[in-house]
Every structure is written in C-alpha cells, then in structure tokens.
C-alpha cells in the first residue's frame, strides 16, 4: 500500500492517518520514494525531504498523543514554485531569481497549511513567472502530462507541475495560482479537480505575483471534497463549513457565445454528456448569451490583456536588462506587449471591468455558469517547442475560457467529465460570481460525481 499513498484522495489517507493505520513518516518517505522512482523529473524543482521529515515526525507523535490537528494532519502537499518557503529563494519557474534573497519566512498560506498539520514535499515547476497556460518551461522542462499514451503532451499551465504531481500520483493536493486559468486548466488536461477561489479569499503574502488584479489561488486535487476541506484550513478553520446541496432545482446557465468556438474533437461531446447527466439529476438548464465575453475581447484587442500590463509593470526593468537573455523568449515576447497599454489605456480596463462585472453579476444572478474548462485536450508537445507562432495562437485558445472567469472576478471548479481526442481529458467548468465560493462548493459536492459519470 505504501507506494499508492500518493494516489490516494485527501480523504482516503487521512482516514488511515486517522485511525492509526498509516504513519505520517512512513507516508511521507513512501511520497519521497514515489517521486525518486517517476521517470519524469520535470515535475518538481526542489524537493523538501529534511522539512517534511520533521513535519511527519511532529504529526505521528501529535496523532499518537491524541492531538491530531484534523483531518490534514499529516496529509502531504507540493507547493508551486511561486509560493515562499522559509530559508529558500523563491524561483518563480526561471533561473534569473536562482541565487535570491532566502526567504525570511513561509507563504502566509503555507503557513496556514502548515498549522493544519501538512508536510510540504517540495515545490513543483510552472511556466516562468506563471505567464502561459501551456505548463511548457525551457529551463527545468516540461513535465508530461501522464494520460498520453501516443505521444509527449502538454501538462497546462501555468501550474504544469502541480497538475502532473497529483495526476500521477506523486501526491494527494498540490496548490497551484491562476491568474488567467492556471488551476483549472491542468486540472482539466490532467483528469483531476481544480479549484479557483474568489480573488482575495486567501492571504496573498509571500506569493509572488504575475498581476495583482487577477491573481488567485486554489488547490489541485482528486475531489471536490478534498478542495473544500484545504479551502476551510487555507482560510484558518478546523473544519469546512459547506454542506452539500441537491441538485434538484438548482439553476445552471450555459453561455452559447464564445466559449464554444472552435472545440476540438470529443470535447462538446464529453461536456454535454455532463450537462444531460446534471439535467437528469434534477438541475435546470438554461442557455444564455453573455454579451461582456465579446465585449472583453473586444477590450483587450483596443487597449491590450489587464494581465501582460500588469506583468509588464512588474518586470520591466528586467526586461530593459541583462536577465531578460536568460529568460523564456515566449515569455519575454509576451510581457513586452503590456508596453504598448498606457496609463489611459490601463485605467480604461479597470474601468470597463467594474462596469462588466456587475452587468454580468445581475444577468447571472444567483446561478451557476457551465462550459468546457479548455476548448481542446491537451496538444503534443513538440510541436509547440518548435514554433512560435502555434504556440502563441494555442496558448490565446487554452486560456480563453478561463481567462474570461478571472476578468469577471469568478471563482469556478473544473471537474473531469470525460475524454476527447486521443483519450485524454476534458474539465468540465462550473463557476459562479465572485465571493459565491461556498454556495459553488456546496453545488460541485454534490454534482462531481454526475458530471463524472459516476451514477446519474
């Protein structure tokens, strides 16, 4: 049993923590000799073994004292490589930020995690500075998705390591950011669930930013239920307060504008078997066009992406600079174009998008949103390595959908419901406007296994 730990869902492995039937030291040395034996070294760029060996030792005796912290008390987690760890430079994905100031103490949110009673296994890789939602990265390489079987495929980005480390196996929760879809969409390329909470749920402190406006964080995992018991410790409880709703009576809106465009093969196949599912399940369907998505495209093609201008601000005297040559060319290329968006163009946006919020805030009301987490499975590797401009143009289609979720302010859920091109994964998306997190967890509880398939 000792090598499964990993493949186990949060709930699984706590219950045998729990009970006494796995120790948090063997648990934490079967995790370690787990990602030593995968082939793919990609996946983490810095493993914590001293640290998490400390914290297993503190949590078996807490447990056999009688002191278990709950439910995560020595339930392993991988850190993306954004988040501080105390005495380690954060590398954010490059190689410029190797050599860094230490930090001087953990991410508030790791801190919280660890107050829980997690051991943090290391940290995982990313596309540099979180700026691509393909997960490709030429500095640490690219950890493959684990569900191809023809060929090499992309893991998603920019959480590309923590997608891989839970879908493998490696271990049971990983905690990724998204900025522009960077949770949801390697959970959904990998097969696994993908929490993205409502900017702001969480402490920020020690996580280094792509942009402000936009930044959010959420857990990559094997279930709803084990999203929703690491949201209630991220957030300082001992235990979750979301309860599950029936679906019955529960209204779901399904935009027909946008997010439909262009679907790759067997992806509107798997998502509408979802749909038909939660429909039989007693939740109410609706179609509905959301005139903002073209408005925001629209936005973004006048005055430039919120997020490159921001990303620019923050990186701009290193681009003027000696680093941007050790950088990812893709990347550098990218974060040039918020150069071109002014200080007008810059208060245009966030003028525009207070206006979008609220217009959809009240054509949505107090229903749920429904559409494909990516508009396609995950695409092959090599190609994307070697041009440019396809990379470009997949990376504009990978984010589309989710992107659209963080300039609205949404939070959302990908959950697995099925497979498309070449068997690989599809996500199904529930969302729901900003600082509805419970009320969407409450639903997604219930609605995961519908959407999966696992009974109707």
């Known amino acids: 049993m000792a090598l ?5 869902s949060i709930a699984q492995l706590s219950l045998l923590i729990q009970s006494g039937k796995a120790d948090p030291v063997d648990v934490a040395e079967a995790i370690f000799d787990g990602i030593e034996q995968y082939a793919d070294k990609a996946v983490f ?6 640290r998490a060996m400390r914290e297993a030792h503190a949590s078996s005796k807490r447990i056999r004292d009688g002191r278990s912290l709950g439910a995560l008390d020595g339930i392993p987690i991988a850190w993306k490589d954004l988040f501080d760890i105390e005495g380690m430079a954060t590398t954010a994905g490059s190689v410029v930020l190797t050599g860094g100031a230490p930090a001087r103490q953990d991410a508030a949110i790791v801190t919280k995690l660890k107050n829980a009673g ?3 296994i290391g940290r995982t890789n990313m596309s540099e500075f979180a700026f ?5 990265n030429p500095h640490y390489g690219t950890p493959e998705n684990p569900h191809s079987r023809d060929v090499p495929r992309i893991p998603g980005g920019s959480s590309c390591g923590a997608g891989v480390a839970v879908a493998a196996g490696l271990v049971p929760v990983a905690m990724g950011t998204d900025t522009g879809g960077s949770v949801r969409i390697p959970a959904a390329l990998n097969g696994i669930v993908g929490y993205k909470a409502t900017r702001g749920r969480y402490a920020m402190e020690g996580v280094y930013p792509l942009a ?4 959010s964080l959420g857990p990559l995992c094997r279930s709803v239920q084990d999203a929703v018991w690491v949201d209630a410790a991220m957030r300082g409880l001992t235990a979750p307060t979301v309860a599950r709703q029936s679906l019955k009576g529960v209204e779901i809106v399904v935009p027909r504008n946008i997010v439909f465009d262009g679907l ?13 599912r939660l429909r039989s399940a007693g939740a109410h369907i609706s179609p509905i066009d959301i005139p903002a ?7 973004m093609a006048k005055h430039g992406a919120l997020v490159t201008a921001e990303a620019f601000a923050l990186h701009r005297e290193r681009l003027a600079g000696p680093e941007a040559a050790r950088m990812d060319h893709r990347v550098v290329l990218r974060t040039r174009l918020g150069e071109k968006t002014s200080m007008a163009d810059y208060i245009a946006i966030l003028a525009e998008r207070t206006r979008l919020i609220a217009e959809v805030d009240r054509l949505v009301g107090n229903r749920f949103l429904a559409f494909p987490s990516v508009a396609h499975v995950a695409p092959p590797i090599a190609a994307l390595e070697r041009d440019d401009e396809l990379f470009f143009a997949v990376n504009v289609k990978t984010l589309r959908n989710t992107a659209l979720g963080n300039f609205l302010d949404w939070c ?3 959950i697995p419901c099925g497979n498309g091109e070449a068997g690989m994964p599809v996500g199904f998306l529930l969302s729901a406007p900003a600082n509805r997190d419970e009320a969407l967890l409450a639903v997604s509880l219930t609605a995961e296994a519908v959407i999966r398939g696992d009974r109707i």
């Not at 691509?132 to 490709?136: E, N, Y």
């Open 212 to 215: 402000t406006s936009l930044d």
């Open 132 to 136: 691509s939602g393909l997960g490709i």
């Open 45 to 50: 760029t810095l493993l914590l073994r001293e």
């Open 118 to 120: 997690m051991l943090a």
């Open 412 to 414: 959302g859920v990908s």
């Open 264 to 276: 790759g093969s067997g992806v509107a196949e798997a998502f509408e078997g979802g749909v038909e």
């Open 4 to 8: 499964t730990f990993g493949a186990m």
């Open 293 to 299: 998505f073209e408005e925001i495209l629209a936005l």
